[in-house]
């Protein structure tokens, strides 16, 4: 039986607030930038010394930032553990971190949170380091929300209404301007038997783009929303569910 790694039963939590938890489970004590190299390198993997010194400190010299990386690792591994990470002319997680990623290696599993990556980590002085982080907030929020959205379609098809409502309000929350998961969380309820609910989420959905677009919902939604309050709705088709591009789950950087 293999030996465990001396870095076995940590974890980063990157989605929603973040944090890194010693085996214990108790979370520790971490620098901000400290959370983000451990974030970039869970989601673009081994990457050279240059890039990760770059992305962290823009401002200085490549030789500052280099020598401001090798001191990070240094506090890294003095205040956590010194195997976290692996590292040579690249620098990697140690495969005993787990993380709260692993799904995107999984195209079928919704079981993620869906809080924002990094949710209120400050990096100031490190604008590249920001655009990416905010590309890849923007790409997994497309990406578990289509998820979400194929399951709810899915349960739907198989006429488990009251099931497709928790993946439906998920895929909603991820993207509350989308008319489209508006126009779904409605037909469930309403398939469901909860017509007065239905209605709420359209009245809903008429303040939201109201008060953020000033506009009015679509022709289809409004549309939607009679045929409820009539009770005429007829069990719709499901639409196909809408397949993620590869290329989201590797952004460039």
């Known amino acids: 039986m ?34 983000a190299l451990l974030a970039y390198l869970a989601l673009e993997g081994p990457t050279p010394r240059s890039v990760l010194a770059g992305r962290l400190w823009p401002a200085v010299p490549e030789a500052t930032a280099r020598n401001n990386l090798v001191h990070l690792l240094r506090r890294i591994g003095s205040a956590h553990h010194p195997e976290l990470f692996q590292t040579g002319t690249e620098v990697s997680l140690s495969p005993a ?7 995107l290696g999984d195209e079928g599993c919704t079981d993620f949170a869906c809080g924002p990556l990094l949710d209120g980590l400050e990096l100031d002085g490190a604008a590249d380091l920001e655009a990416w982080l905010l590309g890849w907030r923007e ?7 289509g998820r979400l959205s194929a399951q709810a379609d899915a349960l739907e098809a198989a006429a488990d209404y009251a099931g497709a409502l928790r993946p ?14 508006w126009r779904r969380v409605m037909r469930l309820h309403y398939l469901c038997g909860d017509r007065p609910a239905a209605l709420l989420a359209y009245r809903r959905l008429a303040a939201l783009l109201d008060r953020e677009l000033d506009v009015e919902p679509l022709a289809e939604t409004q549309t939607l929303a009679r ?11 499901v639409p196909a569910p809408t397949t993620v591009p590869l290329s989201l789950l590797r952004p460039r950087s």
């Open 97 to 103: 971190l787990k993380t709260d990623l692993g799904w």
């Open 227 to 237: 045929l409820i309050e009539r009770g005429a709705l007829p069990p719709a088709a």
């Open 139 to 145: 790409r997994l929020d497309v990406l578990r929300s």
């Open 2 to 35: 293999a030996a465990s790694s001396p870095a076995e039963g940590w974890q980063l939590v990157t989605l929603g607030r973040p944090a890194l938890l010693a085996p214990d489970g108790q979370p520790q004590r971490v620098e901000a930038r400290t959370l």
């Open 168 to 181: 439906a309000g998920l895929a909603l929350d991820l993207n509350p301007l989308s008319e489209a998961a």
